[in-house]
């Protein structure tokens, strides 16, 4: 992510510890991505504001408020979000024919896998349409 586009959103969490636990999350979720997406240069930033949200800009960027961190009971709710986000951004660049709920599908499987189990149907449709 560009300077100019960090400064511009919010201030960056200076709480190394933190940053490396958004991190290693994501670093999970892209292990298990399949080609090409897998090798892309994948970014997350956390930010360090109250708003209980996460975002993906183009060229695999994804943006995670420490609000958001500080309301994920678990790292596998928090991976859900993340690889929500990762879907966004692979609906974006990777496949015309693959849409966003498909997409977001992908990035609830991905939260799913990192925590090894699969989640079941009422649990995935409310994180879905938590997650929009």
């Known amino acids: 992510m560009s300077s100019g586009v960090r400064q511009n959103i919010k201030q960056l969490s200076t709480d190394q510890a933190l940053i490396g636990y958004v991190q ?6 892209v292990a ?6 897998r090798d892309l240069n994948w970014e997350v930033t956390v930010f360090d504001n109250e708003a209980v949200n996460a975002f993906a800009l183009p060229g695999e ?3 995670v408020y420490t609000g958001l961190i500080d309301v994920a009971e ?8 993340i690889g929500h ?5 692979i609906a974006e660049h990777g496949n015309e024919r693959m849409t966003s709920e498909v997409a977001a599908g992908l990035g609830l499987s991905l939260g799913a896998a990192w925590v ?6 009422d649990t995935a449709a409310i994180v879905m349409a938590s997650l929009g």
């Open 32 to 37: 298990v991505l399949p080609q090409p997406w």
């Open 61 to 63: 960027n994804i943006g």
């Open 74 to 81: 678990t790292s596998a709710q928090l991976a859900a979000v």
């Open 116 to 121: 090894g189990k699969e989640l079941e149907g």
């Open 85 to 89: 986000e990762i879907g966004h951004v």
């Open 24 to 29: 290693c999350i994501t670093d999970d979720l």
